[in-house]
């Protein structure tokens, strides 16, 4: 399993492998967390980029490697 954003598959941003949809979805909560926390912490200074990093977390979706082919 894997999550990835919703655009054309040449925008892919293959993120990680993962046995299950579980450990995926996961995954992607804890990245989003981590996001959420360090915005918390560092605020306007790591507004820009870690701000598109989070969005794109939220729309991202977590994909069997038959889903992707």
């Given at each position: 399993?894997?999550?990835v954003?919703?655009?054309?598959?040449v925008e892919?941003?293959?993120e990680g492998e993962f046995k299950t949809?579980?450990?995926c979805h996961k995954a992607r909560e804890a990245k989003i967390v981590k996001i959420q926390n360090r915005l918390a912490?560092?605020?306007d200074n790591a507004a820009g980029s870690v701000?598109?990093?989070?969005?794109?977390l939220r729309y991202a979706r977590c994909l069997s490697d038959d889903?992707?082919?």
């Open positions: 399993m894997r999550w954003s919703d655009a054309p598959l892919w941003y293959h949809f579980g450990d912490e560092d605020g701000s598109t990093d989070l969005e794109r889903q992707v082919r």
